[in-house]
Nanobody
Framework: QVQLVESGGGRVQTGGSLRLSCAVS????????GGWFRQAPGKEREFVAS????????NYADSVKGRFTMSRDTAKNTLYLQMNSLKTEDTAVYYC??????????WGQGTQVTVSS
């Protein structure tokens, strides 16, 4: 069984940075694409970033492009989301996901990110 556990969330002021981690167990993550999503209060879950299984190319939502960077460490079976220049609108619960780019089969429990002005 695949399990994803996020960490690294917290409270930061606008303009600050956080790095989220997603530790994967149960299966090597190199067999899946990886993704980050977020859900703000009263809003639907939205796509943030993804990384392809083969080649490791990344894709980002327009709202985070140039500020967030997704990466993975296959040796540690861990995904990362480096978030810089954070804005209040980035406040949300952040989830990592694994699976196919059109079929996210596995989800973490989420980690809260709060950006205050």
């Amino acid at each position: 069984q695949v399990q994803l556990v996020e960490s690294g969330g917290g409270r930061v002021q606008t303009g600050g940075s956080l790095r989220l981690s997603c530790a994967v167990s149960g299966r090597t993550f190199s067999t899946y694409a990886g993704g980050w999503f977020r859900q703000a209060p009263g809003k639907e879950r939205e796509f943030v970033a993804s990384i392809r299984r083969i080649g490791g190319s990344t894709n980002y939502a327009d709202s985070v492009k140039g500020r967030f960077t997704m990466s993975r460490d296959t040796a540690k079976n861990t995904l990362y989301l480096q978030m810089n220049s954070l804005k209040t609108e980035d406040t949300a619960v952040y989830y990592c996901a694994g699976g196919g780019l059109q079929n996210w089969m596995y989800w973490g429990q989420g980690t809260q990110v709060t950006v205050s002005s």
